[in-house]
Structures are given as structure tokens and as C-alpha cells.
């Protein structure tokens, strides 16, 4: 994917730093481009992972052993990849807002605090003239209140009784309404509760229906992996000529020529719109120009004109 700059996470908000962390590959520690899952349930950049096996074939994480034909597109993450890549920006700029509305309100609370503070110290002694008259009127006050509450509480007493056995009527109903809650899919059998069966119904017979369709729909296959050093020069220039590559130069320069070619290619057929094979082919042969003008070949390996 396309560079990124980096984002400070404040720690309250350490889960973010966490999923940014998750969504990167382990090789490249950029986000992941066509990120592909291996069968010990890894995440790696398609080309990436790819380019590693020639070095290594096992899991850079796990070391479990892996071969490239055992990767396949992680769909839902490249999605989760792109949605996030959009949306990283505007959730720094809440979180800074989120931090300085929380600073502003502790300092209005402060000075709130201190007013009233001040204020008290003005009020308290009208408080107690005030309260001092107040006192007859709350001692008769407090006689008529004990009287009503006396018939308050036999009130209340009849309506708690009644109330607990609208309760147990209650969940005796609902413990029927429960038993038949979930239904049988006509078609996949599978349990679903009841509310949700007429949405699992439309979208089963469309996933039936989908399956019908995508059996059609043929994916771009990948190159197979050749054993470069049992093939004759004859056999290798014959696959570079299939693939459209050029057969000039001696057998190591061919070798790693289609290998190079093989990489990039297999890695683009796991992207939902690959590009196509001339434009894979015009950047295989701008990398092997950049090769040689960062590290000149030897002459033995320089191609034949």
C-alpha cells in the first residue's frame, strides 16, 4: 500500500496503536498490499510473502513450513485495510479534539469551583438567620409527614404483592415465547432465530444462486513453479518465450529473470483487478535495468549480444 505517516496514539486510546499494528506485515512493517493468509492463519503482503519463500519456505512468524501454493487472499482483511487506511486521519483529529474538550472542562470546572466557593463565604450568614425560622415550621412538618406514610406504606405493601405475581406470569410467558424462538432453514437446515428468517432465507437462496454464477467465473491462474535447475537452456528460454520475456543473456540472468517475472505475476492474480501480463512485463524489465546500474554483473553473466 501507499506510505503513511506515522501516528502517535495518546495512551488512553492504546487499542488504535494495537489495530495499526495488526493491520501491518510482519516482512515489509508497512500496511499490508494484497494480503494473503497462510495455513497457520499469518497475514503478509501477497508479494512480499512471496519473495520470502524463495529464501525460506516457512512462516516468518511461526516457522512452520509453507509453500506458495498455500497462500490464499484474505478478502475481509483487505477491506478492513482500505476502510481503515481512510478513516486513521479523521480518528487522530477526534482523538485531539476529544483531549482538549476534556482539558478545557476540568479547567471551566476549576474556576466554577473557586466562584462558588467564594460565594459561600458571602451567603453563609444569611443562610443561618434563615435557618433558624425554619426550624418550627419543619418539626410540624415532620408529624404530618409520619402520619402519610404510615397509609403510604399499607398502600404499597398491596401493590408489591400483586406486582410479583404479574412477574411470575410474565416469565412464565416468556419462557413458552423462548421455546419457539429459532426455526429451520428450508434450505441450508441450518437454526436461525425466528426474527431473523425471513433475511437468512433471501440471502441463502442468493448464496445458492452466487455459487452457480462464480463456477463460471474463471480466476486468472497462477504460473507453476518450475525446478530451474533440472531445465535445459533450451526448456527456460522456451517459458520465457511463453510469457513473452527475452532469451538473451547466460543461464543465471534467465533463471532469475523468470523467477522475478513468476513472483510479481502469481502475486497480482490475488488482487480482485490484476493488471495485465504487458504491464508486468514493462515493470520486470525496468527492475532488471535498476539491477544493473546499482550492481553492474559480472562480465560471465552479462548478456550476449
Avoid at 71 to 86: C, G, Q, S, Y
Wanted: hydrophobic share 30%; net charge positive.
Amino acid at each position: 500500500m501507499e506510505q503513511y505517516t506515522e501516528i502517535t496514539w495518546p495512551a488512553e486510546f492504546s487499542e488504535l496503536k494495537t489495530i495499526e499494528k495488526l493491520l501491518k506485515c510482519e516482512i515489509c512493517y508497512d500496511y499490508m498490499d494484497t494480503p494473503v493468509i497462510t495455513p497457520c492463519s499469518h497475514n503478509y503482503c501477497s508479494l512480499c510473502i512471496r519473495k520470502y519463500l524463495h529464501y525460506k519456505t516457512r512462516c516468518p512468524l511461526c516457522f512452520q513450513e509453507l509453500f506458495e501454493n498455500q497462500l490464499n487472499p484474505n478478502r475481509i482483511l483487505e477491506e478492513i485495510l482500505v476502510n481503515f487506511a481512510k478513516v486513521r486521519t479523521k480518528l487522530h483529529c477526534l482523538v485531539k479534539l476529544n483531549n482538549n474538550s476534556i482539558d478545557s472542562g476540568i479547567n471551566q470546572s476549576e474556576t466554577y469551583l473557586s466562584q462558588k466557593s467564594n460565594q459561600g463565604s458571602s451567603n453563609s450568614v444569611t443562610i443561618e438567620a434563615t435557618d433558624r425560622v425554619n426550624e418550627g415550621a419543619d418539626e410540624k412538618n415532620e408529624k404530618n409527614d409520619r402520619q402519610s406514610n404510615n397509609c403510604e406504606t399499607s398502600i404499597n405493601s398491596n401493590k408489591l404483592v400483586k406486582n410479583d405475581k404479574l412477574l411470575e406470569n410474565n416469565a412464565n410467558s416468556l419462557e413458552v415465547k423462548n421455546e419457539n424462538k429459532f426455526k429451520s432453514c428450508p434450505v441450508c437446515q441450518v437454526n436461525v432465530p425466528e426474527k431473523n428468517m425471513d433475511i437468512h432465507f433471501d440471502n441463502c437462496t442468493k448464496r445458492e444462486a452466487s455459487i452457480i454464477c462464480t463456477t463460471t467465473d474463471k480466476k486468472r491462474p497462477q504460473l507453476p513453479k518450475l525446478v530451474l535447475n533440472l531445465m535445459k537452456d533450451s526448456e527456460l528460454k522456451k517459458k520465457l518465450k511463453e510469457v513473452g520475456l527475452p532469451t538473451k543473456g547466460v543461464r543465471k540472468v534467465l533463471e532469475a529473470r523468470y523467477q522475478r517475472y513468476c513472483t510479481i505475476y502469481n502475486a497480482e492474480c490475488d488482487k480482485k483487478n490484476p493488471r495485465s501480463a504487458a504491464e508486468l512485463l514493462k515493470q520486470c524489465n525496468n527492475l532488471e535495468k535498476l539491477e544493473k546500474t546499482i550492481e553492474p554483473l559480472p562480465l560471465n553473466m552479462r548478456s550476449k549480444k
